[in-house]
Every structure is written in C-alpha cells, then in structure tokens.
C-alpha cells in the first residue's frame, strides 16, 4: 500500500502532520494530490462535529451540536466505485452497526447508502468532492487559485461561487492544503430537509416561551481550510454565516446571526 501522511486528531481546528514539508516551485500533476488511490483492504477512520448557532434580538441563542466517528474499510475498487464497509457512530444515539457495499462512485460527487444513490452533499468527507471543490487545473502549485460555481445547496451553504486557493504543497507525501472562500444566497440543503420533513426550528423567546418558526435565509458566506493527501480528507474546517430572518406561525419576526462550522480530522493510519 502507499505511503500516507501520520495524523494526530487534536481539540484545533486542524491535525498535526507528521510529513516533511515543502513548498513546490514547480507545477505539479493535480491528480497525485487530488485522486483518491485507495487499495484494498485500507481502512480510513475520522472524527467529526458540527455546531449550528443562531444568535439575535428577542430570543436566548439557539445552539446545536453533533458529533461522532466513521469507520471505512476499503472492500473493492472499480472502474465505477471504491467499495467500503462503514461504520458510523453518533454520539448520545444508537449505533448503527457496520453497512456493506456503501459507495463512492469514481465521479467524486455521487455516494451510495443502502442501496440509494444521491449527490453527496456534505460539508466535507472521506474524499475530494468536487461538487464543492470544483475542477482544478491540472497542474499546480502553490498560489494556484480556481473559481468554483456550486450550482446546489449543500449541507450548511447554499448555491453559490467560490474561490480556492493552493497554500501548501508536499510532493515527497502528495499532501496539498486549500483554503476555499465563497458566497451565495438561498437554503442550504439542512435547510430544504427541515422543510420537506416539516421539522420547524424552535427557540425560546426571552419571556420563557418555547415556539416554532421558519428561517429566511440572507447572504451567506463561508471561508475554509483544508489539507488533503492522494485524494483523502486529512482535516478539514470551515465557518459559515449569514444573516436569517426567523417567523412564527403567528407572524412574529426575529433577526439574528447564523453561523455553522464543521470539523473533520482523519484519526487513524490506513492500516
């Protein structure tokens, strides 16, 4: 099997790489920092968590937090897939137990579950995806920038334009760190869920009532950093805000200010 960066998962917002560092002053194929190049057998293993706060005028701050682990071993690779085993555990809910033939498909965008395929369209995960990374040039070092057009919603963002930016390159280790800034306006696709489950959020007013209400998204920006190694998430962070309107039933407003992050440290050696 290759040889793959060893990461530490610390409290940061970013793990600690144990690679010999440098800076490339030539271009370098994209592919080798970018294409995933799994084998058989490997076994990838994260650690993650996401925080969503909404902080404004009337209301006490509405905050919430999961967290959790993923557990991956690389069953099978395709022309069409990498094939894993997964395991995933939430904290504070049931375990799931391990599930069979979950799947990537080779186009980075496409994930498979139980059978069902869908747009992945996670804040960060196991792989480069470039539905919100976009295509890079194929050559690349650092100061490289690409504009991105994401022409969805995704998990904590809305459709928008973003740019990212090489700030690190290793070529003895394939480790390349990206920073990614963007903007956009509309529903993040939490956002769509909450509504096409009729799941209204509720906050507290500062009177002590409990209610329901819907969010009206405003401008939505967001900034990133992330390092990555022969196509494998190794951390990942980023912030999200924009301003939200928030209506009742009864047609009371509340404005207040959104802001969602995720981590995501890979936490063990591919063995």
Known sequence: MPPRCRVVATAAFFASIFCLSSSSAYADSTAAYLSPNLKVGERLSDVFSKTVSIKGT???????RISGSADDRVTGVTPEAFIFDEEDRYDGRPASGVVHDVKTL???ITHCYKGKCAVDSETSGMTFNPLLWGKAPDDIRVGTTWTVTIPRPWEIGPAGTEQVQVV?????????????????????????????????????????KTIDVSVIPGKTTWR?????????????????QRHVTLVSKGGDKFEGEQRSYT????SQDTI
């Open 58 to 64: 009337g209301f006490n701050e509405k905050v919430d």
């Open 106 to 108: 080779q186009d980075g």
């Open 168 to 208: 690190r390159v290793d070529p003895l280790n394939d480790v390349i760190t990206l920073t990614r800034n963007g903007s956009g306006s509309g529903p993040s696709s939490d956002d769509q869920y909450r509504q096409q489950n009729g799941e209204p959020m509720q906050i507290t007013t500062m009177a002590g």
């Open 224 to 240: 990133g950093y992330t390092t990555i190694c022969k196509g494998v998430i190794v951390s990942d962070e980023i912030m999200v």
């Open 263 to 266: 981590l995501l440290n890979l």
